[in-house]
């Protein structure tokens, strides 16, 4: 009798499986997922520069510190970058593409993701 249970009793838990993996793989209102993993960091605007959100500058590192350029200009320089990621950027010939995300007019800063 117990086996004969356990043999009838397999194909619906199998289906509870399923159901439940479907929930779970399945997003709702309180979902969090991440969007994207990007690294965003903060920089010192130059004095009589002007960044705008969503431009696309270059990120080089200078003497353990990240120079952000538009072009040649130097726009922005970001202090005392984390060890992982000046090593990231040397090893990627010690340039990286650098996205302005926000602007902070009255404290002269912004934050950039590195791409």
């Known amino acids: 009798m117990g086996a004969d249970f356990i043999e009838k009793a397999t194909p619906t838990f199998r289906k509870s499986w399923d159901r439940a993996r479907t929930k779970l793989a399945t997003a709702d209102l309180f979902t969090r997922e991440p969007s994207s993993l990007v690294c965003t960091v903060v920089a010192d605007i130059f004095d009589g520069e002007q960044l705008t959100m969503g431009e ?3 990120v080089e590192v200078e003497d353990k510190s990240f120079i952000v350029r538009r072009g040649n200009s130097k726009v922005a320089r970001i202090q005392n970058p984390l ?6 950027i040397e090893k990627s010939c010690g340039i990286a593409k650098g996205k302005v995300e926000d ?3 009255i404290s002269r800063v912004a934050d950039i993701s590195l791409c």
């Open 83 to 88: 060890p992982i990621l000046v090593e990231a």
């Open 103 to 105: 602007v902070y007019k």
């Open 56 to 58: 696309l500058l270059t």
